[in-house]
């Protein structure tokens, strides 16, 4: 878990760009003209802790599917948070924050930690928070 709010900023704007980036690509988008994207570098990053009943996800996201490739994101959401779920429970994993926008607390990173420390009934959880 990273703190200080500088190097919060660096791994979101190294490190999980690149992964939204893909995302954008994959999705057959353009990261350039991405709205999300287009503010990651203006926005402050900190460390909270927050509500999880306050954060709201996103429908798009969450009703997402490929038709081709048969993919549906809820049902590799709830695969893949039972697999989160296990390694919680046999090794006492340490997981990372999630991220989310401060103006409206929508969650733009972090589903499936989400899903499963919802499904654990944690009611707090820790979030990179950025704001413009």
Same mark, same amino acid.
């Given at each position: 878990? !990273?703190?200080?709010?500088?190097?919060?900023?660096?791994?979101?704007?190294?490190?999980?760009?690149?992964?939204?980036?893909?995302?954008?690509?994959?999705?057959?988008?353009?990261?350039?003209?991405?709205?999300?994207?287009?503010?990651?570098?203006?926005?402050? %990053?900190?460390?909270?802790?927050?509500?999880?009943?306050?954060?709201?996800?996103?429908?798009?996201?969450?009703?997402?599917?490929?038709?081709?490739? $048969?993919?549906?994101?809820?049902?590799?959401?709830?695969?893949?948070?039972?697999?989160?779920?296990?390694?919680?429970?046999?090794?006492?994993?340490?997981? %990372?924050?999630?991220?989310?926008?401060?103006?409206?607390?929508?969650?733009?990173? $972090?589903?499936?930690?989400?899903?499963?420390?919802?499904?654990?009934?944690?009611?707090? !959880?820790?979030?990179?928070? $950025?704001?413009?």
């Amino acid at each position: 878990m !990273i703190e200080n709010p500088e190097a919060i900023s660096d791994f979101i704007n190294n490190e999980i760009r690149r992964e939204w980036e893909a995302d954008a690509k994959s999705e057959r988008r353009d990261p350039k003209d991405d709205p999300w994207l287009k503010t990651l570098s203006k926005r402050r %990053w900190d460390l909270k802790t927050v509500r999880m009943d306050r954060i709201k996800l996103d429908p798009r996201i969450m009703s997402s599917t490929d038709v081709k490739s $048969g993919y549906v994101f809820m049902d590799s959401l709830a695969k893949r948070s039972q697999e989160l779920r296990e390694t919680i429970d046999r090794f006492a994993s340490v997981i %990372w924050p999630v991220i989310v926008k401060k103006e409206n607390l929508m969650l733009v990173d $972090g589903y499936c930690r989400y899903d499963t420390l919802k499904a654990m009934n944690v009611s707090r !959880i820790y979030a990179y928070v $950025g704001t413009l």
